[in-house]
């Protein structure tokens, strides 16, 4: 039942013995970056002063800002010809964050992803089913290859076009699936359509659910629709993706491999460290990949500890769901989105007025985005055809900007709500 | 030259409800109105005896409003009278981009209310051809 079983039932004091080696790795690994050459030079900080987790905690946090102001280069510790590959954020807006591997990363990386569907039952007997986005999103690649070192037949199928998706699942008799849990329930609705009972006559035994919150609700739902086992799986792209932390067959919490990352919870205010079982965001320093060293980073992600021993034996310490993020980002569908992007594109356009609202509904197990945009006075004139043809403009440029296609409404001046003459921004009335 | 105003408004209820109160505060008087929409918004068009009034009212309430130039020509309210507004523009290549009509008494007199592109010449061209156009001044004592 263990993939790599001296690692993942480590006594805890080996467990931080091999943290700190590591840790002091990556400090040196660090020092070798601009960003951190500068920020260690700033404080008075040589890299043999930082042995231990508290050590650290001497640091700043590390901001996606910083990872912007950093590009393309200040984060990369190795020289360019050692990087094998790179993943960057997808938005349009500024600058991109790019994550750089080197060969070593990448197989690391791997070894994590399939340590973690092998703690879930995968198995090289298994049929898998990538049903994420491949490409600069790390959910479809990630994934890819840690089921493909367990040998399991991997179906590059990527997100989407459900008749495909349904036509594999059935054909190849699929086993086990890497899927969006939104989409999952939609796909249930797709294969009933057909004719289809999504339990009987499909082979499904184990779910992948990831890359966007969803309550333990919707877990037992896709379950019992697909009469399978579905495990919650965390990451985020700046600390690989996929395979941060993931579920154990116990189902209470995610493990969050504690040889690859340093684990914190603080409170996003004060930057204090949280209590177990207290929400807070989760910062992370990655202490096993060389290229890209990351310490203290802003996740933005919020969750909890689970402090208790699991029954599974795993020494690593579990994360509670996460709980929604600390700043205002959003997903649809899969999609980060911040609103600020959203902003960018309806003030670049002459006919939009001040205020604006995203609303997120969810319908038929889907999620719907509908941008309401005042429009300014001063600038109608009159003519319906000129309205329709900015409120296609205006969906069109979101599309290209936010890579999802929302629903824009025209409305009048003054007549979205405010709160305390403060203008809601979003209005996310999706059940999780 | 008339002029009428357009009103834009979501589609949802209670819109003409709020526009038509406005303008009864204000003692306009509505001749015509005819309503477009699309995805979840429209365009209200009205033809009142006081446009100016009307518009400068509405906009006032901050509700988005447009004072635009229309032809208003007179027509019999008998068969074939439409017909021959329309054939004189065809005739002269006028494309009309939107029209409607109402009757000011039934059987004698009608009046059709339309937008075109280039509004002078068509405008020109109707009275060339012996139709009457109403000015806001006329409309008002319809």
């Given at each position: 039942m263990y993939w790599e079983k001296d690692l993942e039932i480590m006594p805890r004091e080996e467990l931080v013995k091999l943290q700190r080696e590591r840790l002091h790795k990556t400090i040196l690994q660090a020092a070798k970056t601009p960003f951190y050459r500068k920020q260690f030079a700033k404080l008075h900080?040589?890299?043999?002063?930082?042995?231990?987790l508290e050590d650290l905690q001497n640091l700043p946090f590390t901001t996606k800002e910083d990872l912007r102001q950093g590009f393309?280069?200040?984060?990369?510790?190795?020289?360019?010809?050692?990087?094998v590959r790179l993943h960057s954020s997808?938005?349009?807006?500024?600058v991109p964050t790019v994550i750089y591997h080197s060969a070593e990363d990448l197989d690391r990386w791997t070894n994590q992803v399939a340590r973690c569907l092998y703690m879930v039952g995968v198995r090289k007997t298994d049929v898998f089913q990538n049903m994420m986005s491949y490409g600069l999103f790390t959910g479809g690649l990630g994934m890819h290859y840690g089921a493909e070192r367990l040998g399991a037949l991997t179906i590059p199928i990527g997100a989407g076009n459900s008749k495909r998706q349904i036509w594999f699942l059935q054909f190849f008799k699929t086993t086990a699936a890497h899927i969006l849990p939104s989409y999952a329930l939609l796909l249930a609705n797709l294969i009933k359509s057909e004719g289809l009972d999504p339990k009987k006559d499909l082979n499904l035994r184990i779910m992948l659910i990831g890359a966007e919150p969803h309550s333990e609700e919707t877990r037992q739902r896709i379950e019992e629709l697909y009469g399978a086992k579905a495990y919650n799986s965390y990451g985020l792209s700046e600390m690989n993706g996929p395979g941060v932390a993931f579920e154990c067959p116990y189902q209470n919490g995610m493990h969050l491999w504690e040889d690859y990352y340093l684990l914190e919870i603080v409170n996003?205010?004060?930057g204090e460290p949280c209590a177990s079982g207290e929400v807070g965001e989760i910062v992370l320093t990655t202490i096993y990949r060389d290229a890209t060293p990351i310490l203290r980073?802003?996740?933005?992600d919020l969750a909890s500890f689970i402090d208790e021993p699991c029954p599974c034996g795993r020494t690593h310490r579990r994360i509670s769901r996460i709980q929604g993020r600390s700043d205002d980002m959003f997903i649809v569908r899969g999609v980060n989105i911040f609103p600020i992007q959203v902003e960018k594109v309806l003030m670049g356009?002459?006919?939009?007025?001040?205020n604006y609202r995203i609303v997120l509904e969810r319908e038929d197990y889907r999620d719907v985005m509908r941008v309401e945009v005042e429009i300014k006075s001063e600038l109608f004139l009159g003519d319906l055809q000129k309205l329709e043809r900015l409120r296609e403009r205006i969906q069109s440029e979101l599309r290209s900007e936010i890579l999802v296609t929302p629903e824009v409404s025209l409305v009048e001046p003054g007549t979205l709500p405010t709160q305390e003459g403060k203008a809601q921004r979003v209005l996310d009335q999706r059940k999780f | 030259m008339a002029h009428q105003i357009s009103v834009f408004a979501e589609n949802k209820p209670g819109r003409i409800e709020k526009i038509t109160r406005l303008l009864l505060q204000g003692g306009i008087n509505i001749r015509a109105i005819t309503i477009s929409s699309a995805n979840g918004f429209g365009v209200i068009k009205i033809l009142v005896n006081h446009p100016h009034q009307a518009y400068e009212l509405l906009r006032a309430q901050g509700i988005p409003t447009y004072l635009q130039e229309v032809i208003a020509v007179v027509m019999q309210d008998a068969p074939g009278s439409l017909h021959a507004v329309a054939q004189v523009l065809s005739e002269n290549g006028v494309n009309i981009e939107d029209a409607y009509g109402f009757v000011i008494k039934s059987g004698e007199m009608a009046v059709l209310v339309i937008q075109v592109e280039s509004q002078p010449r068509a405008q020109s061209i109707l009275e060339r051809n012996g139709f009457r156009l109403l000015s806001d001044e006329e409309i008002y004592h319809l």
């Open positions: 900080i040589t890299p043999e002063s930082i042995q231990t393309p280069f200040k984060f990369l510790a190795v020289p360019l010809e050692e990087v997808s938005g349009t807006t500024g996003p205010q004060t980073y802003r996740t933005r356009i002459p006919e939009v007025g001040t | -």
